[in-house]
C-alpha cells in the first residue's frame, strides 16, 4: 500500500471515531430522556372511584364572630404590704402564707417596752398637769371675786390669770404628748388593713425590722380582676362596662368579666392600652395565674364538615369530595372542633362542595 492510501486511511479514522462518540453520545442521552418510552399524553391521572351507596354532606358556610386572645394575669386589686414604722425587735407573728384574716386582726407585735413606759409618763405627767391646772383655775376665780370686791389690785388679777392659761397650754401640750406616745405605741400592734388572705411572710420572730421593709403581703381574694395589654386597634372598640369573655386554661374555665377600666394613654413600646376587666370571685383563682381576654375583632366566613368525614394518612388530613358521581380524595387543613360533631375547615374546600361521611 502506498504512503497516500496510509494516510488517507488514518485522515477517514481520525474524522469517522468522533462521530461515532458523539452518535453514541446523543443516543444515550435521548434514552436517559424516555425518547424510546410510550409517551402518556399530559391530563389528571382518574384516581377517582365510583360510589353506590353513601352518606354526603354539603359543605355550607356561616358568618361567624372572630376574637383575638390577648395574653393577660390574674392580680388583685386590693393588695398591701404590710411593714414596720419602726426600728424594733419582732416579737410575735400570727400568720402564715395563706391564711385569712380580717380586718383589724393582729398579725405582727413589735417590742414596746419602752413604749409602754413613755405612755406611763405621759399619762402621769398629764395627771400632773390636771392637777395644776385645776388649781390655777381656782385661784383665778378667787382673784375675780376678790377684785370684784376691791380686795385684790388689778395686778393680783392679771398674774393669777397669766399662771392660769399658762398651766391650761401645758396641760394641752402634755395631752399632746400623750397622744403621741400612745400613736408610737400602736405602731408595735401591726393589724391588718383589710379583709384578705396572706400572700408570704418576709420575716420571723426574733427579726429587727427596719422602718419601711415589707413584712407581710395581704390581697383581697374579692377583688381580683384581669389585666391585660391590648394592642390599640382592639382596645380602642371596647367601653367601660362591656362584657368581655375570659379564658382560664390552668383550671379550664372560661368566665364572663366587665371592662372596668381603660387606662387612657397607650403604651409608647407596645403601642397598647392597659384594659382591666373584673372577675367574679372564684375560689381557685390565685393572683399571677395565666388567662387569655376573648376581645371581638370583626366576623369571618367559616366552613365546618362532619369529624367522620375526615380521614387521616400519616399526619394529613383528607377527605373524600363528590365530583359528578365520583370520590376524589382531597387534602384539607382542619381547625379547632367548637361545634359537637363537627370540626372547621381553614383550606381544601369552599362553599357547595359535597364530602363523602361514614359511619
Known amino acids: 500500500m502506498s504512503t497516500p492510501q496510509i494516510q488517507q486511511e488514518k485522515a477517514v479514522k481520525k474524522i469517522i471515531i468522533p462521530v461515532l462518540a458523539l ?21 389528571f391521572e382518574k384516581t377517582s372511584t365510583e360510589l353506590v351507596n353513601f352518606d354526603s354532606y354539603k359543605v355550607k358556610s356561616s358568618t361567624e364572630a372572630i376574637f383575638e386572645g390577648i395574653a393577660a394575669s390574674i392580680t388583685a386589686k386590693q393588695a398591701t404590704i404590710i411593714s414596720s414604722r419602726l426600728l424594733a425587735r419582732i416579737e410575735q407573728i400570727n400568720v402564715r402564707s395563706g391564711d385569712n384574716v380580717k380586718k ?11 413604749l409602754s413606759s413613755r405612755v406611763i409618763e405621759a399619762r402621769e405627767q398629764v395627771n400632773a398637769m390636771i ?9 383665778f ?6 377684785f ?19 398651766i391650761k397650754a401645758e396641760l394641752t401640750a402634755a395631752k399632746q404628748s400623750l397622744a403621741q406616745a400612745q400613736t408610737t405605741l400602736s405602731y408595735a400592734t401591726l393589724r391588718a388593713p383589710i379583709n384578705g388572705k396572706v400572700v408570704d ?24 380582676r384581669v389585666e391585660a395589654q391590648v394592642r390599640e386597634q382592639l382596645a380602642l372598640t371596647l367601653t367601660q362596662g362591656q362584657s368581655v369573655t375570659v379564658e382560664l386554661p390552668t383550671i379550664k374555665q372560661k368566665l364572663v368579666g ?30 399571677g395565674m395565666y388567662a387569655r381576654l376573648l376581645i371581638p375583632a370583626g366576623d369571618a366566613q367559616k366552613l365546618y364538615i362532619p ?36 370540626i372547621s375547615i381553614i383550606s381544601g374546600l369552599v362553599d357547595g362542595d359535597i364530602v363523602v361521611t361514614t359511619d
Open 201 to 224: 411572710r418576709f420575716a420571723e420572730p426574733g427579726n429587727t425590722a427596719q422602718a419601711g421593709e415589707k413584712l407581710l403581703s395581704l390581697y383581697n381574694p374579692l377583688s381580683l
Open 141 to 146: 376665780e378667787r382673784a375675780k371675786e376678790l
Open 148 to 166: 370684784n370686791k376691791k380686795i385684790a389690785s388689778q395686778f393680783d388679777l392679771d398674774k393669777s390669770k397669766a399662771d392660769y392659761q399658762s
Open 131 to 139: 392637777a395644776r391646772y385645776t388649781e390655777a383655775q381656782k385661784n
Open 258 to 287: 366587665l371592662v372596668e377600666e381603660i387606662v387612657p394613654a397607650a403604651n409608647t413600646g407596645s403601642r397598647s392600652f392597659l384594659i382591666k376587666v373584673s372577675l367574679s370571685y372564684q375560689e381557685n383563682l390565685l393572683p
Open 23 to 43: 452518535i453514541i453520545l446523543l443516543i444515550m442521552v435521548a434514552w436517559l430522556a424516555g425518547y424510546f418510552n410510550n409517551k402518556v399524553p399530559p391530563g
Open 307 to 342: 369529624k367522620n368525614s375526615v380521614f387521616h394518612i400519616g399526619q394529613l388530613d383528607f377527605v373524600h369530595v363528590l365530583i359528578d358521581g365520583q370520590s376524589q380524595k382531597r387534602f384539607v387543613r382542619i381547625g379547632a372542633n367548637v361545634k359537637p360533631g363537627f
Open 104 to 114: 383589724g386582726d393582729v398579725l405582727i407585735i413589735l417590742e414596746h417596752n419602752d
